[in-house]
């Protein structure tokens, strides 16, 4: 990492250089009035040493054309090693525990949690109206990390009324991360009906699966099609009858997509990408890194759906 040039975004994740980000990050400054700024890549394993992270965001923090960073991947672990280099840590990244973007003010480095909003902007423009009111159905989520933290907060709030899953079940092969979720949960709605099932392997899952009711919102939240090869379910996996399906992934290998996509008009699925929770992550980022508002929804925003829609990976 060397000091930057010109105001910079930075990207960190595990293959950022693989992320429509980098072509479609131009086009939207030029569109928002950035054409200044740039953005760059810090790619690091699943699960790197405490260090590396400590380094990155070190550098961040001291280098003065360095504006902020988006973070996937490693929200939960950078969190942890760096908590003491924040400045400022909001309200939502106090409460999950994470941080999915870095900014600063007045020279202090700000930590947001910036996924309850965005997966529930995302969410809510896919279910249908009053879904889980007039379904009862259930939300099944593989993967116990940062987005299944954010988009459960935002199912589990008070001010949807009636219009909550009946049950959400979270599986994942780490105990410590269900042990972690669970208790984020009993701070998110302590009465709220969660089930937490450690899996092996797929089969795991594929069982899960078969308990869920008709109408089920079905989410791979692992990483799985994208940091790693494969899907969390396996070949023999049957989906809900008229479930609902989220790939949190746009881009990568996308089996668990395509096994959704397969079964699609058979068990009456309507099936979603990650395409839009890509859109809303980074214009909610990149409108708390350089200080500019960005609508979640409007002329403004359909006009950056449809400039990124132009270097898609779908």
């Given at each position: 990492?060397?000091?930057a040039?010109?105001?910079?975004?930075?990207?960190?994740g595990?293959?950022?250089g693989?992320?429509?980000?980098m072509?479609v990050?131009?086009?939207?400054a030029q569109f928002l009035?950035?054409a200044?700024a740039?953005i760059?890549?810090i790619?690091?394993?699943v699960h790197?040493?405490?260090?590396?992270?400590r380094e990155?965001?070190?550098?961040?923090?001291n280098?003065?054309?360095s504006?902020g960073?988006?973070?996937?991947?490693h929200?939960?672990d950078?969190f942890?090693a760096c908590?003491d280099?924040f400045d400022?840590?909001?309200?939502?990244?106090?409460?999950?525990?994470?941080?999915?973007?870095?900014?600063?003010?007045?020279g202090r480095l700000?930590c947001?949690?910036?996924?309850?909003?965005?997966s529930?902007?995302?969410?809510?423009?896919f279910?249908p109206?009053?879904?889980?009111?007039?379904?009862?159905a259930?939300?099944?989520?593989?993967?116990?990390?940062g987005?299944?933290i954010?988009m459960?907060?935002h199912?589990?709030?008070?001010?949807?009324?009636l219009?909550?899953p009946s049950?959400i079940?979270?599986?994942?092969?780490?105990?410590?991360?269900?042990?972690?979720?669970?208790r984020?949960h009993?701070?998110f709605n302590?009465?709220?009906a969660?089930?937490?099932r450690?899996v092996v392997?797929?089969?795991d899952n594929?069982?899960?699966?078969?308990?869920l009711s008709?109408?089920?919102v079905?989410?791979n939240a692992?990483?799985l099609?994208k940091?790693?090869?494969g899907?969390?379910?396996s070949?023999?996996?049957?989906?809900?009858?008229?479930g609902?399906?989220?790939e949190l992934n746009y881009?990568?290998?996308l089996v668990f997509?395509e096994?959704?996509r397969h079964?699609?008009e058979?068990r009456?699925?309507?099936?979603?990408?990650?395409w839009?929770y890509f859109i809303?992550g980074w214009t909610?980022v990149?409108?708390?890194?350089f200080?500019?508002a960005i609508?979640p929804s409007?002329?403004?925003?359909?006009?950056l759906?449809?400039?990124?829609a132009?270097?898609?990976?779908?």
């Open positions: 990492m060397t000091a040039q010109q105001p910079t975004l930075y990207f960190i595990v293959t950022t693989q992320s429509s980000i072509k990050f131009p086009a939207w009035g950035l200044f740039q760059k890549g790619d690091f394993p790197a040493a405490p260090a590396a992270y990155a965001v070190e550098f961040i923090k280098d003065p054309l504006l960073a988006l973070v996937t991947t929200k939960i950078l942890d908590q280099l400022e840590i909001d309200p939502h990244a106090a409460l999950m525990g994470e941080t999915s973007c870095l900014s600063k003010r007045d700000v947001h949690a910036k996924d309850p909003i965005s529930g902007l995302t969410l809510d423009a279910l109206p009053r879904h889980f009111e007039t379904s009862g259930d939300v099944f989520v593989m993967g116990a990390g987005s299944c954010a459960t907060w199912l589990m709030q008070a001010s949807r009324g219009d909550r049950r079940i979270v599986a994942d092969r780490d105990a410590a991360r269900l042990e972690e979720i669970a984020l009993r701070l302590p009465q709220f969660v089930q937490y450690q392997d797929a089969s594929d069982q899960i699966l078969s308990e008709p109408g089920a079905v989410i692992t990483g099609g940091d790693a090869p899907s969390p379910l070949g023999k996996a049957i989906f809900p009858q008229r609902i399906v989220w881009r990568g290998d997509l096994q959704a079964q699609q058979a009456q699925l309507q099936v979603e990408d990650g839009n809303h909610q990149i409108a708390e890194v200080d500019i609508a409007g002329e403004q925003f359909d006009a759906s449809q400039i990124a132009r270097f898609s990976q779908r």
